[in-house]
């Protein structure tokens, strides 16, 4: 299980550091784990002049599975576009074909109270939004700006999906369903966009290969206002690139802490791109206080995720929840009566739990 360790600008060398030190001690018992480490984003540019080097593309290329920090950073805000650090990220995630993103939103019982929603709406919260993420509006040709014949200004896009795209990311969503509670919840907006009436015929079809998945149907405004006045009622939610886009962020603030939640995307293989949802948060950098749950909770999607290694998985994901209850808390999430630590002794607390 060769792994492509990109740490990354910010707060992602101190988080993805607890990452590894977790993942340490299940390759330590003999799990078969390389770490290979490369340069990305801001560190991409100040070592190769790139952020997203040649040497780390053949890497990600040649691991099974890439563990990211964060990219980005004050002090490449004025390089010119191509050089930025956030276009690493857009081509790694490009050139590895990674179509399907992957965020639960969770919230530990003990974190209720971190959340805007009332603690008995969200208490125990287990949902996984799964978002297509290189079709849609957001790629579909033509678009563009043009002046009409009365010489008014018009912007136009293109909503498109083919019938091989929504299978292949509907394939996912109920494996993914298999692997969880067995409900998949298939959000559109079947009433307006005949986009989303391929994409629910589709979605239905493939249904068939699942006769255990319970598959619903819900619009995506509906599926908004859901999300907020009961979202205990989803396992997983498959949907397309925008409305995953909207739908992913409203999910992961329910838990009211963004450095609690980890991310993946995946290729049609099961490789993978594992990174918090959290940026490289320079206000806070190198100050040993950001929480690296969310890296530590990406590695065990790692484990699930690619290399099927489900015990692996949830004794990570049972280190984390036992250091919580155990009363450790990073700055972020830190309430009165519990145990203050930084971020590597949040990585000692974990690794100790496995
Ligand atoms: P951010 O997520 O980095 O930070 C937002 C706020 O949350 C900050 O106050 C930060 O201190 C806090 N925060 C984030 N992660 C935390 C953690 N693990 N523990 C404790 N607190 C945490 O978003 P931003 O400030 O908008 O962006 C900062 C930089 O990150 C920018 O350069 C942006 O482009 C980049 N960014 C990168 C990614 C990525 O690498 N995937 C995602 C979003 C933003």
Redesign the pocket.
């Known amino acids: 299980m060769k792994i492509a360790v990109l740490p990354?600008d910010?707060?992602g060398p101190e988080?993805v550091a607890q990452a590894v030190k977790v993942l340490d001690v299940l390759r330590r018992e003999g799990l078969g784990l390389e770490y290979e480490y490369g340069e990305m984003?801001g560190a991409g540019y100040d070592a190769a002049g790139d952020p997203y080097p040649p040497a780390t593309s053949k890497l990600a290329r040649e691991a099974d599975a890439v563990l990211l920090g964060?990219?980005?950073?004050y002090r490449y805000d004025t390089l010119p576009r191509p050089l930025r650090?956030?276009q690493g990220?857009l081509r790694i995630r490009k050139e590895l074909g990674l179509f399907a993103n992957l965020r639960p939103a969770m919230l530990y019982p003990e974190l209720a109270s971190a959340s805007s929603l009332k603690p008995e709406v969200v208490s125990g919260l287990d949902l996984m939004i799964l978002r297509e993420l290189t079709g849609d509006i957001y790629f579909g040709q033509p678009r563009g700006l043009r002046r009409t014949d009365e010489g008014e200004r018009e912007g136009y896009d293109t909503m498109l999906y083919s019938e091989s795209e929504i299978s292949r990311i509907a394939h996912v969503g109920f494996k993914t369903a298999m692997k969880r509670g067995k409900r998949l919840c298939s959000v559109d907006k079947a009433n307006v966009l005949e986009t989303s009436v391929l994409w629910r015929e589709v979605v239905t079809e493939i249904s068939r290969d699942y006769p255990q998945v319970d598959l619903s149907h819900m619009y995506v405004d509906n599926a908004a206002m859901q999300l907020v006045r009961n979202p205990k009622q989803f396992d997983v939610i498959l949907t397309g690139n925008m409305f995953g886009d909207i739908l992913s962020d409203e999910a992961s603030m329910l838990t009211g802490s963004?450095?609690m939640l980890p991310s993946a995307s995946l290729d049609a293989e099961g490789k993978g791109l594992f990174?918090?949802i959290?940026?490289?948060?320079?206000?806070?950098a190198g100050q040993n206080?950001?929480?690296?749950l969310?890296t530590i909770l990406s590695a065990a999607m790692m484990m699930r995720h690619t290399f099927n290694q489900e015990e692996a998985a949830a004794r990570i994901e049972h280190a984390v929840r036992k250091a919580l209850s155990d009363g450790f808390r990073?700055p972020?999430i830190h309430q009165e009566g519990m145990t203050r630590v930084g971020t590597k002794e949040m990585g000692d607390a974990v690794a100790a739990r496995i």
């Open positions: 990354g910010g707060i988080i984003g964060a990219v980005g950073g650090p956030e990220l963004i450095g990174e918090p959290h940026g490289s948060a320079p206000d806070i206080v950001a929480n690296p969310a990073t972020d």
